[in-house]
Structure formats: structure tokens, C-alpha cells
């Protein structure tokens, strides 16, 4: 599954970049200046889409580590919606955002609450302080929520209205981590353990990177 998730991501982003690099380069080296003036005077003119569908991936993204979102936009504000898979199992985040320039270019900052749904039965291994394997265990890992804030910044990708974002920013858990183990009994997590699930669970810093299309 890893496999390919990783294959996903690098054909998206393979494919986010050259849509970015097709749409910033000049078609005719003749009309530079004038022609960047005028694509960029236009920008901030073309109507916004109302609906906004998009695959982003990242750290503490609000659709996991890679998932799917779908985007109401209104006059200045949008909603979003977003599911996708995580490190504390499936995630699901709204997200409401306000825009500073327009929908296609330029700065956004969104609010957006997380849910995760954990994972039962998970098959993992206990460790000793030093990291070293001392037998095979069985966990539960319980649901997360996450509130955070994020700084977005957008770029009109190709001739459509369609887009590709870099953002970045923090989200707190709202409660601490609760895993359990669940056989063999009796087992006692050293901090190596338990440092790894406190990094791997929902919250901290965040980054994202996504491409959305206009409809």
C-alpha cells in the first residue's frame, strides 16, 4: 500500500509541476513584460469557480497523507471537505477559508478541524529503550481530532481556472494520543515505544501541497 501511494504522489506532483511551469512560461519572449503585466492585471478579474475538487498531500494535511477534497468557494470565503488516509488511520477534516487576492493566485488562511479514526488491531512490535525488538504485539490506536491553521499560497495552473498550492502551519491535538495494547498481556511500552506514537499521531507542524481543478 505504501508503494503505492508513494508511486501516486511522484506522478501527481510530476504532473502539478509541468501544468505549473506551462502556465507561468512566456509563450513569446517579444512580449514579456507587456504580456506578464497583462496576464497578472487579469488574474485578479476572472470569476471564481463555485466548486473546486482537488488531491493534495503532506504532513498533517487535512486529507492525510494523501487524499481527496472537494471546495465551495463564495465571494472571498470557501468550504471544504476532505478524506484520505493517514498515520492514525483514515482522516477526515473540514476546512473554511478566506482569500486575500482571488481563488487561482495569490494568499489564503484557512481553519480546519481533523478526524481520525484510529486503528484497531493493529500488528506492530514492542521495543526496549535502545530501540531494540523484543517480540511482536497487537495494539489499538483510539480516534484523534485536530484543530489547526494554515497559510496557503496559490498559483493558476494552464489556461483553465484550475490551481496548485504550497501552505504551511500548526494543528493541536484535542486531546492527548490513547493507544492500548491488546495482546500479549501485560506489556509494559518503554518511551522509545511511546515516543514514536506520540510523533506519528495527529498534531504538530504542517505542510501541504496540492492541485485543484475548477468546475
Not at 500500500?1 to 509563450?27: E, W
Not at 498533517?60 to 471544504?80: D, Q
Not at 511500552?189 to 506514537?197: G, H, Q
Amino acid at each position: 500500500m505504501k508503494k503505492i501511494i508513494l508511486f501516486t504522489f511522484l506522478i501527481y506532483t510530476n504532473f502539478a509541476f509541468a501544468q505549473l511551469n506551462q502556465s507561468v512560461s512566456p509563450s513569446n519572449s517579444s512580449h514579456d513584460n507587456g504580456d506578464k503585466n497583462l496576464i497578472f492585471k487579469n488574474q485578479a478579474s476572472y470569476p471564481p469557480q463555485k466548486i473546486y475538487l482537488g488531491l493534495s498531500a503532506g504532513i498533517n494535511n487535512p486529507n492525510g497523507l494523501i487524499g481527496l477534497n472537494a471546495e465551495y468557494a463564495l465571494p472571498k470565503f470557501s468550504f471544504s471537505v476532505g478524506l484520505g488516509e493517514g498515520t492514525w488511520g483514515n482522516k477526515f477534516g473540514f476546512e473554511a477559508k478566506t482569500y486575500f487576492d482571488n481563488y487561482t493566485t495569490g494568499w489564503a488562511l484557512g481553519v480546519n478541524l481533523t478526524h481520525s479514526t484510529g486503528i484497531s488491531n493493529f500488528k506492530t512490535q514492542q521495543h526496549d529503550e535502545q530501540g531494540k525488538v523484543l517480540q511482536d504485539i497487537t495494539m489499538n490506536f483510539s480516534s484523534q481530532q485536530t484543530l489547526g491553521l494554515m497559510l496557503y499560497h496559490y498559483w493558476k495552473m494552464g489556461k483553465k481556472q484550475n490551481r496548485f498550492h504550497l501552505a504551511f502551519g500548526y494543528c493541536a491535538g484535542l486531546h492527548a494520543e490513547q493507544y492500548s495494547v491488546v495482546s500479549p498481556a501485560n506489556v509494559i511500552l518503554s518511551s522509545f515505544d511511546k515516543n514514536v506514537y506520540h510523533f506519528i499521531s495527529p498534531g504538530g507542524i504542517t505542510l501541504s501541497l496540492g492541485t485543484d481543478f475548477g468546475f
